[in-house]
């Protein structure tokens, strides 16, 4: 198929290139700052201002005062467990909950509805969550950061809007068929929501990777703490030396730059994960291709 | 024939009036296995969210952490009060309110632009590039972002020192409350352009390419390609996205202001929950924190049944 | 994976229930002048090993918990007790000591002044969370009760008004601990430009612009916004941003005629350039800049350690001349005796550092007498300088850092190291003894700044400005209103004032509106609390310095 392309195409085109261009150089700054940063020597970094270029003065100090923290693969390994199994059981949860408010003709939909709405906005707050997670034997356990947080309302809506996006056509005639609303939802909806669940996938997976404040209420056990709180312990502690440092140069000002490399080695990971998902936000994959 | 199908029609062309029990029996055969996938949704939410939900009582109470909250004492609204009585509470309420709409008007629209334009790039790897590179800032801690922010606006920052060369006369730009605003939602824009277009791309894929070759066929241009096929397409995901944001008109977190306000800017900047913050750290009274964020869930979810109808009225999409 | 929802909405429901139900103990005042009670001081080590929760702060590099600190486990050797640390999170104890609460596992020993708890450590007695520790010391602690004996001005600082002893402090045995901060200027700026070290505002006038003209000091003045407003320099008006008392009077700082003075000669400094025009926004990052830049020469709130300590050694390879030192805190007149000297109080209370013990606790003996271990002779030297033979050893009686401290192989600078065997650089349960300070500070200009700061420390403590008393829950709250407007509203036309967005004309209209917003209310409710706590304490009313450290060393 051939397409026209207008003069005024073209110019839009340019435009958009443009734009986009300028767009990407904006947003990537402060990741950029920052990956400079890291490699920083901390006491330049400490004496300068304004936009950096290149890191000042080469320096693998911050780095190192990280990696050297024995804490800091049981973080990584901790944090692997919360975001694969965290975000299985998310995915399987939500998927449950969107498939179920998105039928039509369900009774109890309603129901359910505001029920999950009134949850949106009043909550028990800390202490009975905290007493609850207790109660049911889950304090200092790595359970406490999976099923409290099962359900993430926001996502159940997205999700919802989802499924409801899909042609009644196509499950009436699986009906016919004779599938079951089960089959329903693994053969037809969830398959056609691809774009949908890699979004979730990566919100959910995202929300585990960042997560430490749950860990930090639920958890005593340092052995089960999650990356982004060993990391927060790595970089206050540090912050607390540089206040009582003494004319030992080396290791002075190092809070700073710490302070960079400890947000490039918890993104990392998230970047490689990223492209991964990304196919599935390429234009128009899946309709045509089960319907034919 | 399909017995739900017929189930249907049953239902819609017998006026008769049903009981309670027959419609329950009836939805229960016909939506057995809907209901088995339900009910760990349904115990998970009662388990987590409605068996805590006695803590709001706090709100009402005198609470003591060794009392517990069944032991603490009632005192009814004295909290509310306490608050509403206060010299700034309106203030802070509007700032919180115009704040968020401010972000509503500028911020909302920009992930959904950033989308749609990336939608029009044929050239893959560039699509692939901005897409990959513009989320980034959204995992870089609010503390750095705000540094950088802090130090940018500074009169000899970069903003000021751009500024100059249009003949504007340096000044700090975070002392002066009427750009508090701006710089507040402009950075927080700056830092969720990216990710937040993910759920708009996800939804732009997600409309049929059959639509656009049948709009081609038919002779449309790019234009009303993206009018008739593009926005009717990722509709009920802005509308949906629109509804939960005006669902949260009257929260907003503190960290970031804390970390941009100073009290030359209180005057716009001074939100609810920073103000509650100040004031907590002279007495830090659970009960009375508990009671405004109770004030503020119940505007959002007024706000929220709002636009819910509203949206209801004008198109199909709505929350329920 | 799913369990039946009733059984745990029961199980929660009732779990509150029953921390609702429970009496909460504690209430009962013990008599603090109880005759008769011997000691019945046990004898360490303990020949049965007992363990002990123990809460506490903790921030380390190289280290996971204080557990692994030999300081520790020499402790817990000498002791013959087993410490089980609980260490919250950096920046979120209060809500970890919350919940703690809660759920009522209060750990055995607390540290940190409980002042995350509202009400502070009387409501936490009250609250039977923590218990009262006169009986306890009288029978427990024998070191203890020994020191507070020979130096009962301790008692006035650490009893409450109702008569409570609730925490075993941390002291800071010397005069050479409780000063450490003041102003600090560029010495060999001064040196240059052949000025003396400046006492009077009108010296400093001079020197600010001498700085800017002659030095291109952008901003000679420089810090964070609440620098400008620290006692040390607003001490040069008579007068502090915040509640003081003068002879037994509470005043009220940013009402007062002398206020608009320091307001008047700060916005004019300000209009001027001497004061750094990016103050409100700065933080600390923008401050060392400015400093390591040469483009400020003033900084108003300097500490010995960590900003002589940092700025000397970052600069010494950079700038060899730099110099930083610290000057007097400034005065109206030549001789003029400082409104304002930094003395940090000698019995350290409601801050990290002081030992609480818990109401509920089945060891309470034996924590009285792990804390109390601290106190002994012995227990001193450990908590001071660590291990003897490993990390000092005596010479001419005095305790001298080994190479372990000083020369670390791994290039670990004193502090880092030192907090594996030592804890006089932190705060703590105990009596902190000078000796390590004089080691410690091995920058020339540390030593001479704190002569300087402390030339008026004894004029400082006798002329007694500072606040006593302490509110009841009820008052707090009362005051908590009134306060968080009138800080709010006084932050704000400080601001506007000192940048000159409005004239000091309206300062009358100012003190109107901060009467209207309840000040006089909350100036009556510390008045009240004032006046009470000298009653209990007339002692209070004419304080004199003392060293609590000649204990161990005479």
Known sequence: MVIHRSFGDKIFDSFNYVFLTLLM????????????ASFSSAEMLATTRGILYKPLGFSLEAYKSVFDNPMILIGYKNTAFYVIVGTFYNIIMTSLGAFVLSRKNFYWKKYIMAMVIFTMFFGGGLIPSFLLVKGLGMYNTVWALIIPGAISTFNLIIMKTAFEAIPLSLEESAKIDGANDILILFKIILPLSMPTIAVMVLYYGVGHWNAWFG????LRNKELYPLQLVLREILISNSMNDMLQNSDTDKMFLGETIKHATIIVATLPILMIYPFLQKYFVKGVMIGALKG | MDASLNKNVNYSTKKKKKSLGETIKADYKQNKFVILMALPVVIWYIVFHYAPLYGITIAFKNYSPMKGIMGSSWVGIKFFKEFFNSYYAWRVIRNTFVINIYQLVCGFPAPIILAVLLNEIKNNRFKKTVQTLTYLPHFISLVVICGMLVDFSSKDGLFNTVLATFGWNPTNLLLKPEYFRGLYVGSGIWQGIGWGSIIYLAALSGIDTEQYEAATIDGANRWKQFVNVTLPGIAPTIVILLIMQIGRLMSEGADKII????????ETADIISSFVYRKGLVDSNF????????FNSVVNMTLLITANKISRKVNETSLW | MKRIPVLFLA????????????????AAKTDATKEGTKSEALVLPLKESVKLTYWTAFSSTILKSMDDTELYKEL???????IEFIHPPEGQSKEQLNLIIASREIPDIIEGGLTEYSGGPTKAYEDGIIAELTDLQKKYAPNISDVYSKYPDILTELQTEQGYILQVPHIRGDAKLLTSRGPEMRNDWLTELGLKSPETLDDWYTVLKTFKEKKGAVAPITGILSDLKKEDFVGAWNTKNDFYAIKGKVNYGPITPEFKNYMTTISKWYKEGLIDSEMPTNNAKMVDS????????????????????RFMGLMAKKDPKFDLLGVQYPVQKKGDIPFYVHVDPVVNINKAGAALISATSKHQKEAMAFLDYGWSKEGHMIFNFGIEGVSYKMENNFPKYTEVITKDPDGKPFATIGYKYMRSLYNGPFVQDPRYLEQYWDIKQETDSYNVWSKYQKNWIEANTKMYGTLTTEENSKYASIMSEVNTYKDEMYLKWLMGQQPLDNYDAYVAQLKKMGIDDAIKLKQDAYDRFMKKFPSAAKPKAFNVNDYYTK
């Open chain 1, 25 to 36: 150089v904006i947003t990537l700054y402060p990741f950029l700052y920052v990956v400079f």
């Open chain 1, 215 to 218: 860990a930090l209420i639920y």
């Open chain 2, 259 to 266: 970390l941009l306000y100073n009290a030359n800017t209180y």
């Open chain 2, 287 to 294: 009960s009375y924190s508990t009671a405004v964020g109770l």
């Open chain 3, 11 to 26: 199980t929660a429901l009732c779990l509150n229930m029953f921390v609702g139900c429970s009496k909460s103990p504690g």
């Open chain 3, 76 to 82: 817990q050797k000498k002791t013959g007790m087993d």
């Open chain 3, 290 to 309: 400015r400093i390591t830049n040469n483009q400020s020469g003033v900084l108003l709130c300097g500490y010995a350690g960590s900003t002589i300590g």
